[in-house]
């Protein structure tokens, strides 16, 4: 019932300490629905028992579980701030600088712009395009990165890997088209892609991301797209995680061993049993599935 990138309104109902897991928030939707939600994010925000909060949808994954992201109690998306500006670094991009910036918690974020926006000054104005696990995502007011083409979504495009990059402590790749169009991917995700720097890489077009970079699912090296595979069930979970009454979703590891899931209808289906799924689509290096009859 829920989806990615919708605001729904939830109760806190109680924190729940999960071994190995930390502190969770226990929210209520009106559906009668619970979902959990981490704790660690938003200590600041001043959450208690008995709240009520909205949150947008932030992911579902393949396994139906859902990631809620609570409003900002300071930063509204699309919204123009400013931060004191902490150092300015050197940035993996040409034409631009990366500035380390603090937000209204004293969290550090780091934003890229145009190397004329670089300036030693005490503060910068950016806009807040998102927040992600409390952090406020940031962007120059003068876009650095544009892309001259019309794409549509669920188009192939032909990208090339340009280069590989650490940002704040995580690996990625920039990928390009032969126009300069840019997209930017976790490297972590595609370690078993096997890219190698100015190959030809194909990928499916989704849109673009609010900085003008593009959104891209790169092509599986083993899953085609509209083809048939044969998975064998694990296990099974529900799409809420905490009640029988959500979707159920059949738990199957792809060739590389990585987890997916697959809703199904068919009771008759049991841990063991072997499924035909199409490929429908990829994320994060993964086929998204659908059940064949």
């Given at each position: 019932m829920f989806k990615e990138g919708e605001w729904y309104y939830f109760t806190i109902v109680k924190a729940i300490d999960i071994p190995q897991k930390g502190l969770h928030y226990l929210l209520s939707h009106e559906s009668g629905k619970k979902l959990l939600m981490q704790a660690q994010y938003y200590v600041?925000?001043?959450l208690g028992e008995g709240a009520t909060i909205r949150c947008r949808v932030d992911k579902i994954n393949c396994t139906g579980q859902v990631?809620?992201?609570p409003e900002h109690p300071i930063y509204k998306t699309g919204m123009y701030y400013r931060f004191p500006v902490k150092r300015i670094r050197v940035s993996p991009f040409s034409n631009?600088?990366?500035v380390d910036?603090?937000?209204v918690f004293g969290n550090e974020?780091?934003?890229i712009v145009p190397e004329s926006e670089a300036v030693q000054s005490a503060s910068i104005r950016l806009k807040v395009i998102n927040v992600k696990k409390g952090i406020?995502?940031?962007l120059s007011p003068k876009p650095w990165v544009g892309c001259p083409e019309h794409y549509t979504e669920g188009q192939i495009l032909q990208v090339f890997l340009k280069s590989t990059y650490m940002f704040q402590d995580e690996e990625y790749y920039l990928l390009e088209t032969q126009a300069g169009c840019k997209a930017i991917l976790k490297a972590k995700h595609y370690k078993h892609y096997e890219l190698a720097t100015g190959e030809p890489v194909q990928a499916v077009f989704r849109g673009f991301?609010?900085?003008g970079m593009l959104k891209i699912d790169p092509m599986h090296p083993l899953y085609q797209l509209g083809e048939k595979y044969t998975f064998s069930v694990s296990g099974f979970e529900y799409s809420d995680h905490l009640s029988e009454e959500g979707d159920k979703i059949a738990v199957v590891y792809d060739h590389y061993g990585l987890k997916c899931g697959v809703k199904i209808t068919d009771s008759s289906i049991k841990t063991g049993s072997v499924i035909?799924?199409?490929v429908i689509g990829y994320r994060k290096g993964r086929p998204l599935l659908e059940v064949v009859p």
């Open positions: 600041k925000y001043d990631f809620l992201e631009t600088s990366l910036v603090e937000d974020v780091s934003v406020p995502v940031l991301n609010a900085d035909t799924c199409r």
